[in-house]
């Protein structure tokens, strides 16, 4: 072969300015056999198994679902896993097929026109919502429930910074859902774009702007966009476009792909036919080919950063495809009848959690609105979040996420989470250790630290 | 199957279903009409019940319909469509990896932790720079955090007004002015000189006291390595600006040259392309961030680090850092593959990944160009361009007929009309993952399909013929949208 090229060695090939060539190797161990090397990676999955095993009640944007195997055997096709993006329609109308049912179940599920082939999460999902409010409107300014997740809010508060754009908040009321009392005067001179709310919201409550507030936003031609950060509750609760959303984003994780760390999850962008071209990232199409068949293909690129450069509606290229495939065999695995009675085990779990847990002298609930399957617990005054959490760890349970690390006045509340996953045997464990807890407290005064959580406070 | 057979279009998912058909996933239990008043219910919820074996054949048909690495060669340009190898995605299901959620507390995750410090770590090491952040999604994300980066630097330092400018190359890639479009910069375009590389007194004319960032590649999507890298990037520090790296053709350099060597002062990596993680029909990716040591407090959060005692930790609280990027800490399955194939390897078997991908792509262009153009004829790196503009003026052949004409013999089409500045673009990168049998193979059709549009070039221009579908009516697609199904009216 390098006979062929015309050169005498590699080295030739690859030489480069004596200036920018690297001098010494590279300081990467050495190449490990396939057996060693399993063995290597595998030992630090391991160290993390004690996490996956302990009872869990940890949820918060991040969500165990039962996912059945079929999903996992159809997905890891190699045909679907080593493809890339379908830009030759001709060999690709499998997986264009694929995403076209993908926005098309998105679109079902939130009651909204349109949906695009995916992005990266359901923060950055949020983030490509709010830019497209902003270019409808022209106006620079954001408003955004403090119940919205508050990483997602962060994530808002990065792509804002880019564009030079406000963000502002709406309070929450003494239930827990969203506090709309000051909307009117807020939205009076026409400075937002957007108001963006949360349903079920990052305290687990169904909070759905009401009739006034509709009224509001239509009235100020303010763009309302509904964030899913739970899309499972989708399958029982009052779709996005019931209520008069126009852009709908949302995080589909919880759509047979694994909590993972944090990734790859999939984020989608849903809006009304009114914002089709305003849409970030890739949409497929349904067409026809030149012999009369039904055919798909990547369309109205016109708005992609391939085509339109410095004038795209995003710059999004790689998405979340693959997961985005996992959540529509999900989809059509579990069909209606599935998702139905999976979202009814949530509320079942959910609701049984709450009513056991708040058995326990001391525990009640944060907030009176009703929940999907996660609820805000205040723990005794004779405790605090923190010590709870960390007397359920020595336990072997991990109870929930201290919600003081985003909402210092809520620094006695855990965010507990049930899912279909959780059985009645694993709530009796979590009350019967919070009943040790509450009790050891009132004895003792004091509690054993273990040290404290991984994720988010900021 | 009949080629007939094989032709049918398979019915939307939605299409097939039946009520009764649902599987005994869970329990019919409890209603959510027992939880919740009707006013925060649906009203219906319009989905099919498939069998599982019907979903199982539908999503197994459509696989069918899929072109991929495991089923063909895939010399998609700038996309490094490497074979992606199987152990990395046993490695990333195991469950202390896969259900580790992501607020698992920090003492029960260190497994976690040190595969991200030890990825972040061996990165830095490979491309020359002071830390990565693992928080970006894919390439244009990391292009878009590392943007982001700059306009963070350069606020602090006062120069935020003034600064505003992004130098972009004409070989740059669409993301490169679109990322730049998403912090608020104007993007100023620089024009390739005679030998394909960015110019450096074209350069110096563009640069001033409000150019914020060059954004280059290198090799660059010519698949050239722009030599003069050292001068370009002294100019741009003279001028105050910084250097930014589109790491979409890393696959070149490994054990050769570092950009932070170059003078880069921010890169991204694609390790979906490099690194070998699957593509998945358009991702997941994982997209870092790597930063120079003066810029390291800007990348985003969260950042893992090592601790004295008590192990690895993730950092949030970083006062100048741009913030999160996205809900959680990274696509850390990702992180996993990505180690894998590096601990895979080893030292010195990056290095020879990258020498072979350069070898390969130099044995394919030193054949083409027997029968087609080959704009810049000397050395390419990882991937080279031809173009067929002769060709089309002497057969009407384009490169897009030859793009569908190597469908119907079993290849994936190069990448074509990319860069934008060469005509008829045709862009080929086979990385070293391919033989030299799958190489001939492929040089031979092309070959074959360049003599067929001197012969008999309608046969060319009705291609494909062999594929599911032929042409597909794009301008349709585009005025009529049909982007969904809708169900039947009741």
């Known amino acids: 072969m390098l006979a062929v090229v015309g050169v005498s060695s590699l080295e030739e090939l690859v030489r480069v300015p004596d200036a920018v060539a690297l001098k010494s190797p590279l300081d990467v161990a050495p190449a490990l056999p396939e057996l060693e090397l399993g063995r290597k990676i595998s030992a630090y999955a391991a160290r993390n198994t004690a996490a996956t095993e302990y009872l869990s009640f940890l949820g918060a944007g991040a969500y165990r679902h039962y996912s059945p195997p079929v999903i996992t055997a159809l997905?890891?096709?190699?045909?679907?896993?080593?493809?890339?993006?379908?830009?030759?329609?001709?060999?690709?109308?499998?997986?264009?097929?694929?995403?076209?049912?993908?926005?098309?179940?998105?679109?079902?599920l939130t009651g909204l026109d349109i949906a695009n082939a995916s992005v990266y999460d359901g923060a950055t999902a949020l983030a490509e919502g709010a830019i497209m409010a902003v270019n409808a409107t022209g106006r620079r300014a954001l408003l955004v429930s403090s119940a919205v997740h508050p990483n997602y809010r962060d994530v808002l508060r990065t792509y804002a910074r880019g564009l030079e754009l406000d963000v502002d908040e709406l309070p929450v009321a003494a239930d827990?859902?969203?506090?709309?009392?000051?909307?009117?005067?807020?939205?009076?001179?026409?400075?937002?774009?957007?108001?963006?709310?949360q349903s079920p919201n990052f305290f687990g409550c169904i909070d759905v702007p009401p009739e006034s507030a509709r009224a509001a936003f239509s009235s100020t031609k303010t763009v309302p966009i509904a964030v899913v950060a739970e899309a499972l509750s989708l399958a029982a609760l009052t779709p996005p476009a019931a209520w008069g959303a126009q852009i709908a984003v949302g995080e589909g994780q919880s759509f047979g792909n694994p909590v993972a760390f944090g990734g790859p999850y999939v984020g989608f962008v849903a809006s009304t036919t009114e914002h089709m071209r305003r849409i970030p990232g890739r949409l497929v199409g349904r067409s026809?080919?030149?012999?009369?068949?039904?055919?798909?293909?990547?369309?109205?690129?016109?708005?992609?950063?391939?085509?339109?450069?410095?004038?795209?509606?995003?710059?999004?290229?790689?998405?979340?495809?693959?997961?985005?495939?996992?959540?529509?065999?999900?989809?059509?695995?579990?069909?209606?009848?599935?998702?139905?009675?999976?979202?009814?085990?949530?509320?079942?779990?959910?609701?049984?959690?709450?009513?056991?847990?708040?058995?326990?002298?001391?525990?009640?609930?944060?907030?009176?609105?009703?929940?999907?399957?996660?609820?805000?617990?205040?723990?005794?005054?004779?405790?605090?979040?923190?010590?709870?959490?960390?007397?359920?760890?020595?336990?072997?349970?991990?109870?929930?996420?201290?919600?003081?690390?985003?909402?210092?006045?809520?620094?006695?509340?855990?965010?507990?989470?049930?899912?279909?996953?959780?059985?009645?045997?694993?709530?009796?464990?979590?009350?019967?250790?919070?009943?040790?807890?509450?009790?050891?407290?009132?004895?003792?005064?004091?509690?054993?630290?273990?040290?404290?959580?991984?994720?988010?406070?900021? | 199957m009949s080629a007939a057979a094989e032709a049918k279009p398979i019915p939307l998912i939605f299409e097939t279903g039946q009520p009764g058909r649902a599987n005994a996933y869970f329990r019919n239990g409890r209603g959510a009409e027992e939880f919740l008043p009707a006013s925060a219910l649906r009203d219906d919820l319009p989905l099919p019940d498939n069998s599982e074996l019907d979903v199982v054949r539908h999503f197994t048909r459509l696989s069918q319909r899929t072109f991929s690495i495991d089923t063909g060669f895939y010399p998609l340009g700038s996309c490094t469509m490497k074979y992606n190898p199987r152990i990395n995605e046993a490695m990333a299901a195991q469950p202390g990896f896969r259900d580790l959620h992501p607020f698992a507390p920090t003492d029960l995750a260190q497994g976690a932790l040190q595969t991200?410090?030890?990825?972040?770590?061996?990165?830095?090491?490979?491309?020359?720079?002071?830390?990565?952040?693992?928080?970006?999604?894919?390439?244009?994300?990391?292009?878009?955090?590392?943007?982001?980066?700059?306009?963070?630097?350069?606020?602090?330092?006062?120069?935020?007004?003034?600064?505003?400018?992004?130098?972009?190359?004409?070989?740059?890639?669409?993301?490169?002015?679109?990322?730049?479009?998403?912090?608020?910069?104007?993007?100023?375009?620089l024009k390739s000189d005679s030998r394909g590389r960015v110019g450096v007194d074209e350069l110096k004319k563009a640069l001033g006291p409000d150019t914020a960032v060059c954004m280059m590649t290198n090799p660059n999507t010519l698949g050239l390595f722009e030599d003069h890298i050292h001068e370009i990037a002294r100019a741009v520090h003279e001028a105050g600006g910084l250097m930014y790296y589109d790491g979409a053709n890393a696959n070149a350099l490994m054990g050769n040259s570092r950009p932070g060597d170059m003078g880069f002062d921010l890169m991204h990596l694609n390790l979906h392309k490099t690194f070998s993680i699957p593509h998945g029909g358009g991702g997941a990716g994982?997209?870092?961030?790597?930063?120079?040591?003066?810029?390291?407090?800007?990348?985003?959060?969260?950042?893992?680090?090592?601790?004295?005692?008590?192990?690895?930790?993730?950092?949030?609280?970083?006062?100048?850092?741009?913030?999160?990027?996205?809900?959680?800490?990274s696509n850390f399955a990702h992180v996993v593959r990505a180690l894998t194939y590096i601990c895979a390897n080893g030292g010195e078997g990056l290095k020879e990944i990258s020498q072979l991908a350069v070898l390969n792509a130099n044995y394919v262009r030193a054949q083409v160009k027997e029968f087609l153009d080959t704009p810049y004829d000397e050395t390419c790196r990882h991937e080279f361009i031809a173009s067929a503009q002769r060709l089309k003026r002497d057969t009407g052949v384009r490169a897009l007929d030859i793009a569908k004409a190597l469908l119907d013999r079993g290849y994936h089409a190069p990448t074509i009309y990319f860069p934008l500045l060469v005509p008829e673009c045709i862009m080929i990168e086979p990385t070293e993952t391919e033989s030299k049998e799958t190489l001939d193979g492929f040089v031979a059709a092309l070959r074959e399909i360049v003599e067929l549009a001197h012969t008999d070039p309608q046969k060319i221009l009705d291609a494909p013929i062999n594929t599911v579908v032929g042409r597909i009516d794009e301008t349709r697609a585009a005025r009529q949208p049909d982007l969904r199904w809708w169900p039947p009216r009741a």
């Open chain 1, 75 to 108: 997905a890891m096709r190699g045909e679907f896993l080593t493809a890339y993006t379908p830009y030759q329609a001709e060999v690709s109308q499998g997986y264009l097929q694929a995403i076209y049912e993908w926005q098309t179940y998105i679109c079902l």
């Open chain 1, 176 to 197: 827990g859902t969203t506090d709309y009392s000051t909307l009117d005067a807020r939205l009076g001179d026409q400075r937002y774009a957007a108001v963006i709310v």
């Open chain 1, 288 to 458: 026809v080919d030149n012999r009369g068949n039904t055919a798909y293909v990547l369309t109205l690129q016109a708005r992609e950063q391939h085509i339109r450069r410095e004038k795209a509606t995003s710059n999004i290229c790689t998405n979340q495809a693959h997961c985005a495939l996992v959540a529509t065999i999900y989809l059509a695995a579990l069909g209606a009848t599935g998702l139905k009675r999976a979202a009814a085990v949530n509320l079942q779990q959910i609701n049984r959690l709450s009513e056991r847990v708040c058995s326990v002298p001391g525990f009640s609930r944060a907030f009176a609105a009703p929940v999907f399957n996660e609820v805000a617990i205040r723990v005794p005054a004779v405790l605090t979040a923190r010590r709870v959490l960390e007397g359920l760890q020595e336990r072997k349970i991990l109870g929930g996420l201290e919600l003081g690390r985003w909402y210092p006045h809520l620094d006695d509340c855990i965010l507990m989470t049930a899912t279909e996953l959780t059985t009645d045997a694993e709530i009796d464990a979590l009350v019967a250790a919070l009943g040790e807890i509450a009790v050891a407290a009132k004895t003792s005064g004091s509690n054993g630290g273990v040290a404290a959580g991984a994720g988010g406070a900021r």
């Open chain 2, 116 to 189: 991200m410090y030890e990825l972040e770590r061996t990165l830095s090491g490979i491309f020359g720079m002071a830390q990565f952040s693992l928080n970006p999604a894919a390439g244009a994300h990391g292009e878009l955090a590392a943007l982001l980066m700059a306009k963070a630097y350069f606020r602090k330092r006062g120069e935020g007004a003034t600064r505003t400018t992004v130098v972009v190359p004409d070989t740059a890639h669409g993301t490169n002015p679109a990322s730049a479009a998403m912090v608020g910069y104007k993007v100023v375009s």
């Open chain 2, 286 to 329: 994982l997209g870092p961030v790597g930063a120079a040591a003066h810029l390291v407090e800007y990348l985003p959060t969260p950042i893992v680090v090592k601790r004295g005692g008590d192990g690895y930790a993730f950092e949030f609280d970083k006062p100048d850092s741009i913030g999160p990027m996205r809900s959680f800490w």
